[in-house]
């Protein structure tokens, strides 16, 4: 794929899903099926992170698919605080063989998300869309080494 004008979006969110962990297992794996299925029909690649009951999801594409999957996504009922880390233009993709890269549930993985929240407070609303994609990138290369 050419991509001209390509854009990647970070943001971070807190969970709404309830249940037991089968029951929220279930409702992302369902969540991460429609998601798949539509982003490879908009161009769209990225990253779902998560961990206790936070979400990090980076987005990669053109800037309207993107901007336009960011509106659905702020009303969506199934997470709340959602905020926005970055919108940039890049010049390639981190997550280009996913239409949705998953990783979640690894103890290390809440630890150091955990890091850079309270990094963020200290900084005062900093936290960098790239540390949320260096540390998705790394966890995603584990998995896969594990896997
Ligand atoms: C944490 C989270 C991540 C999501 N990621 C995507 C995604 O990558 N792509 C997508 O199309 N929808 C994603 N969704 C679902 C959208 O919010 C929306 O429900 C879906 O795109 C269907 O929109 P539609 O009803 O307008 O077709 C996500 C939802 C949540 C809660």
Not at 33 to 47: L, W
Not at 55 to 83: C, M, N, T, W
Request: charged share 25%; aromatic share 6%; proline share 3%.
């Amino acid at each position: 794929m050419t991509d001209s004008y390509l854009y990647r979006l970070v943001y971070t969110s807190c969970s709404t899903i309830d249940g037991s962990p089968s029951e929220i297992k279930t409702t992302i794996d369902d969540l991460l099926t429609v998601a798949r299925r539509k982003n490879s029909q908009v161009g769209i690649t990225g990253a779902l992170m998560f961990t206790e009951n936070r979400f990090a999801q980076v987005l990669e594409g053109s800037e309207q698919a993107i901007s336009s999957l960011y509106r659905k996504l702020e009303s969506d009922p199934r997470h709340r605080s959602v905020r926005l880390l970055a919108l940039e233009p890049i010049a390639v993709r981190n997550f280009g063989s996913w239409s949705m890269a998953y990783v979640g549930g690894h103890p290390d993985l809440a630890r150091e998300f955990a890091e850079l929240d309270a990094d963020d407070d200290r900084n005062e609303g900093e936290i960098g869309g790239e540390l949320v994609v260096e540390l998705i990138a790394r966890h995603l290369s584990n998995s896969a080494a594990t896997a």
